[in-house]
């Protein structure tokens, strides 16, 4: 193969590689909220970053991503579906494990004037594997989930049980990746965020490579069997 050739061969190769990439950015293979059912609003924006001005007015859930693909650095500790308030001998989502996070916000917004309901149905794309619903088990994992956080995270509460009409989140589906939503209030801030499983991001010198092993056989296959051709041709 001439030089000119092979230069052209590698060339196509990495334009394949780039594509392969650009492909993968537009779909990440991270965990996100796919669906929503029910009286729930999507942001795209995490609330924290939000100005009071531009925070939605409304009697629906507010729910947004946070950081995808994590690898927790210690264990984390996720509250107990059953019973909000136990904040003791908790089950834990172990140090090394990747995860993504999602939250789920829902403020009275006409406290002290009668008991508020809202129900939804989230899906995500990937299995749910513990739930946040007090402000004692949120709140120390803001530096994993949302570590530029400005300060703007400071509620001192937590999803109801009895005597208070109890806040329920259930996780259903085949695959664990859709939670059930059913929360009433008086007057206060119910906050839960939601951790599902993620999926490694492939590296940028891993698309290379995968590029290459996909691009470059059949390029050189094609470009040796000319070779061949021009060879025979020139025996005859």
Known sequence: MKIKEVRNTIVRVFELAAVS?????????????????GQIERLETPLWLLDE??????????????????????????????????????????KGTRVSSHFIFWKNPTPNQGLRQAQATVTFDKPIIGLMGDARLVLP???????????????NTGLDEPPLPRDLATIVGNKSNILELDFKTYSGIDPLRVITLATPVPEPLTLLGTGTALGIAPLLKKAYSRKQKKHTKAKK
């Not at 990439?21 to 059912?37: N, S």
């Not at 950081?67 to 089950?91: C, E, F, G, H, Y």
């Open 53 to 94: 001005s531009s925070i939605p007015k409304t009697t629906s859930f507010l729910a947004f991503d946070e950081a995808q693909n994590v690898v927790l650095n210690q264990d984390i500790q996720i509250s107990d579906p059953t019973n909000w308030d136990r904040l003791s001998d908790l089950d834990v989502i172990r």
């Open 21 to 37: 990439a650009t492909i993968l950015a537009a779909h990440p293979v991270h965990a996100a909220i796919i669906g929503t059912t």
């Open 141 to 155: 994992t803001n530096s994993l989930f949302f570590p530029n956080d400005p300060g703007l995270i400071r509620f």
